[in-house]
């Protein structure tokens, strides 16, 4: 059935459509004896969700960026050892690859998660809800009755784990990347780092299904092609390393910057 967790003052409310028809019937005169009809009538109020678009902005791309950034902060100050970085001959290189890669895995999986949004048109669970919320808000009327028919697949899932599975990759091959007794804190550092990043994607996806937003299928989809994006996201992040001049070893000393060709290169 269709249901509601509605958000505003004084706390959430799940409400079965048949309350939620039974408030439109009696109009904002319900608000004041029930709760129900308090959340859907009130401005302040909406569709409860646990990540709200800000907080997925930020746990998707801000923090990946931000832990990227340290991460090659790290190799650089760890007395020149370098982890795992797609063709990076410095800390930065291997930052900027990273990062672009990461915008890569996000840009495609943005796009196709919508085209298929577009095309599936599929009701969310809480799809009456938000066309009772669409029927009572009239400048967010629109909003409400176009995302009431993207369900399939989850945004929230696809686009958490596109950027955070794609750091969580990242840190897993910085595992095996750190050598040496003195850097072994650095690996068990970097192996908690990617179990944690892979662990805040799946709790994001259920917190959709939590939340009446998503049904089980729609965040496994999710879930599918946000691992699609953190494969071509890595993929291609070596296609940055054309920003910089290339390098090739100078002897037994420090690395010599100049062009050369792509034959030789590879």
Same mark, same amino acid.
């Given at each position: 059935a269709n249901r509601l967790s509605g958000g505003g003052g004084g706390g959430g409310k799940e409400c079965s459509p048949v309350k939620l028809d039974a408030c439109l019937g009696r109009g904002k005169a319900s608000a004041d004896s029930d709760r129900c009809c308090e959340l859907l009538?009130?401005?302040?109020?909406?569709?409860?969700?646990?990540?709200?678009?800000? $907080?997925?902005?930020?746990?998707?791309?801000?923090?990946?960026? $931000?832990?990227l950034l340290l991460r090659a902060g790290v190799a650089y100050g760890a007395g020149g050892a370098r982890p795992w970085q797609p063709r990076g001959a410095t800390a930065l290189e291997g930052a900027w690859?990273?990062?672009?890669?990461?915008?890569?895995?996000?840009?495609?999986?943005?796009?196709?998660?919508?085209?298929?949004?577009?095309?599936?048109?599929?009701?969310?669970?809480?799809?009456?809800? $938000?066309?009772?919320?669409?029927?009572?808000?009239?400048?967010?009327?629109?909003?409400?009755?176009?995302?009431?028919?993207?369900?399939?697949?989850?945004?929230?899932?696809?686009?958490?784990?596109?950027?955070?599975?794609?750091?969580?990759?990242?840190?897993g091959l910085d595992v095996s990347g750190w050598k040496g007794l003195q850097q072994t804190l650095l690996a068990a550092a970097a192996a908690a780092a990617s179990v944690g990043c892979c662990s805040t994607a799946l709790w994001v996806?259920?917190?959709r299904v939590e939340d009446y937003w998503h049904a089980t299928e729609d965040v496994l989809a999710g879930w599918m092609v946000g691992a699609l994006g953190v494969a071509f996201g890595h993929c291609l992040a070596a296609d940055a390393r054309l920003w910089f001049p290339k390098r090739v070893p100078q002897g037994e000393g420090a690395p010599m910057t100049m062009p050369v060709p792509d034959e030789l290169y590879e």
């Open positions: 009538y009130s401005s302040s109020s909406s569709p409860t969700e646990q990540v709200s678009d800000a $907080l997925l902005v930020c746990l998707s791309a801000v923090l990946p960026v $931000l832990l690859e990273a990062i672009v890669g990461l915008l890569y895995a996000l840009g495609a999986t943005l796009v196709v998660v919508n085209l298929i949004k577009r095309a599936v048109g599929r009701p969310r669970p809480n799809h009456f809800a $938000l066309q009772a919320y669409a029927s009572v808000h009239e400048g967010d009327r629109r909003e409400w009755e176009e995302t009431s028919w993207r369900s399939f697949p989850s945004g929230h899932a696809s686009i958490s784990l596109a950027g955070l599975g794609y750091l969580g990759v990242a840190f996806g259920a917190t």
